[in-house]
C-alpha cells in the first residue's frame, strides 16, 4: 500500500477523538479561556480554607473566621465570573475587573486570600480577562479588494489648505494666520 493510496484522515474512534479535539480548540480561541480558567482555581481555595479542619500530626486546626460567609460568596462570585467569561465573552472586561477586585477583597476577608492560593491565580485571572481581545476576521483576498487597494494607493491626495495650515507647528503664543483674500480658489 502506498501513500497515495492510504486515507488522509482515519474515520474510527480516532477520527472522531481528533475531531472532538480540534472543536475543543476552535471554541477555546474565541473566548478568553485561560482567564476564565484561572478565575475558577482561585475562587476554590478562597472557598474552602475558612471551612477546612487541617490535621497536623494529631492536632486538629481550624481555619474558621468570622468571615465565612463572605469567604463562600468571594469564592462562589469568582467561580461565576469564570463560567461567564467563558460562556458570555463580551463581558469579558467586566469579570476581569471583578474578578481583581474580589481577589484583592479576599486578603482580610479569607485567610489572605487563601493563602496566597486563591489571590494570585485572582489576580493573574483578572489580568487575562481584562485583556484578552477576539481576533478580527481576515478580508477576503478577491480581485475587488485588490483593486480597489491599487487604487487607494495611486489616487493622489492633496491636503485641502485647512489641513495643510493644521499641520504646520505653531509657535508658543502665535495664532495662525489668516490668508489673504486674493489667494482663495
Known amino acids: 500500500m502506498s501513500s497515495a493510496t492510504v486515507e488522509a484522515w482515519p ?21 478568553p479561556f485561560w482567564g476564565g480558567l484561572l478565575a475558577m482555581i482561585a475562587g476554590l481555595p478562597i472557598l474552602y480554607f475558612p ?13 474558621s473566621t468570622t468571615a ?17 467569561a467563558w460562556f458570555q465573552p463580551l463581558v469579558r472586561i467586566f469579570c ?8 484583592l477583597i479576599s486578603i482580610p476577608v479569607s485567610n489572605l486570600g487563601g493563602f496566597g492560593m486563591g489571590l494570585v491565580p485572582g489576580l493573574i ?14 478580508p477576503a483576498a ?7 487597494t491599487v487604487a487607494e494607493q495611486a489616487a493622489p491626495t492633496a491636503p485641502l ?23 482663495r480658489p
Open 125 to 138: 485571572a483578572g489580568g487575562l480577562l481584562v485583556s484578552w481581545a477576539p481576533l478580527q476576521p481576515l
Open 68 to 84: 465565612g460567609a463572605g469567604s463562600m460568596i468571594i469564592g462562589i462570585l469568582l467561580i461565576v465570573l469564570g463560567l461567564t
Open 11 to 31: 474515520e474510527g474512534p480516532a477520527g472522531l477523538a481528533s475531531r472532538g479535539r480540534r472543536g475543543f480548540r476552535a471554541w477555546r480561541r474565541t473566548r
Open 142 to 148: 478577491g480581485p475587488e479588494t485588490a483593486e480597489a
Open 96 to 103: 476581569g475587573v471583578a474578578t481583581t477586585i474580589l481577589a
Open 51 to 63: 471551612y477546612a479542619h487541617l490535621s497536623l500530626g494529631g492536632l486538629t486546626v481550624a481555619m
Open 161 to 183: 489648505p485647512a489641513q495643510a495650515a493644521a499641520e504646520q507647528p505653531l509657535e508658543y503664543g502665535a495664532a495662525p494666520a489668516a490668508e489673504p483674500e486674493g489667494e
